[in-house]
């Protein structure tokens, strides 16, 4: 596993996009390669988007370098798959993988 840092990128946090996310700061994640670290972003902060016709479907901005950039920390990082933090996200996500069980 490795960590990583996800930042959304401060001119793009208007994007439509960002309708289907709870949180728009930085997430500091432990996973297997940039996408599973993009995906465990989004399994700790989507939300439904409510649309008005004529909108266009928001698509999850953790998944698009163009919203959100992804460094990697550390590489062999001695941590369990998952959020490292903010806390409140860490949580949303435990939740969400535990009701997948």
Known sequence: ???YKLIPIPEKLQDNDWN???YKGNIEVCAEDENDARLICFEGTV???ALRPG???PYIPWQQERLVTCELIEENYQNKRGVISPKEIRAEWLSFNNSRK
């Open 1 to 3: 596993m490795n960590k």
């Open 20 to 22: 289907v996310s709870t």
């Open 47 to 49: 939300i439904a988007a």
């Open 55 to 57: 909108d266009k479907t």
